[in-house]
């Protein structure tokens, strides 16, 4: 069995080359990234949209609509993770270079659009409309936005369409996640009084 483990990289090798690619990774970002147009982007990407957001939530409703945005960014970090993780997709440009580039996206862009869709649908009718719309937006138009501005990469098996489903099936599992959960809530609430 020691012969299948011969040539495995050991804890000290690894760690050698996540400091050399740290290191690649800020010497790029210095040189390539910042104050770039897509730096300049990606960071009106992640302050203005919270600005627009903040004027049209429901302050009501802030607390149950925010708390959605949180379970969808959750949601879209690990998601993001895994697929480039497993080299469906990239993102050239950073933001800083110690954070994954893929913060304005998950943290800003796509919480406030999903918390959007979610105030202002109700029935299960046009909250379905509307996430259609959001993975349409998402899929068709900003992603091949960015493929072309060369702030987002494909990888070779993926496609804007399974952005599009996934997309939509996100949507459809957060929101059945959260009326779920805020059922639970309420009926915790009833029977503590």
């Known amino acids: 069995m020691i012969f299948l483990i011969h040539d495995m990289p050991t804890h000290t090798e690894i760690n050698e080359a996540k400091k050399n690619l740290a290191d690649m990774t800020l010497n790029h970002w210095f040189h390539h990234d910042l104050f770039s147009i897509q730096w300049w982007i990606l960071v009106c990407a ?3 949209p ?4 903040w004027k049209l939530v429901n302050k009501n409703r802030f607390y149950e609509i925010f708390t959605y945005g949180l379970l969808c960014g959750c949601f879209s970090i690990v998601l993001d993770i895994i697929g480039t993780e497993m080299m469906l997709w990239s993102y050239p440009d950073k933001l800083l270079p110690w954070i994954p580039p893929l ?4 943290l800003v862009m796509i919480p406030i ?3 959007l869709v979610y105030q202002y649908t109700n029935k299960w009718k046009t909250f379905i409309a509307g996430t259609i719309i959001w993975a349409v937006l998402f899929s068709y138009i900003f992603e091949p936005l960015f493929v072309a501005w060369k702030m987002f990469m494909l990888g070779p098996v993926w496609k804007h ?3 599009f489903f996934g997309f939509i ?3 459809i599992f957060l929101r059945l996640l959260f009326l779920g959960i805020k059922k639970e809530l309420i009926q915790s609430l009833k029977d503590s009084t």
Do not use: N, Q, V
């Not at 913060?103 to 998950?106: C, E, G, L, Q, V």
């Open 103 to 106: 913060i304005p996206a998950d």
């Open 50 to 53: 919270y600005f627009i957001w």
């Open 169 to 171: 099936f996100l949507g």
């Open 46 to 48: 992640t302050i203005l």
């Open 113 to 115: 659009t999903a918390m």
């Open 161 to 163: 369409s399974y952005s």
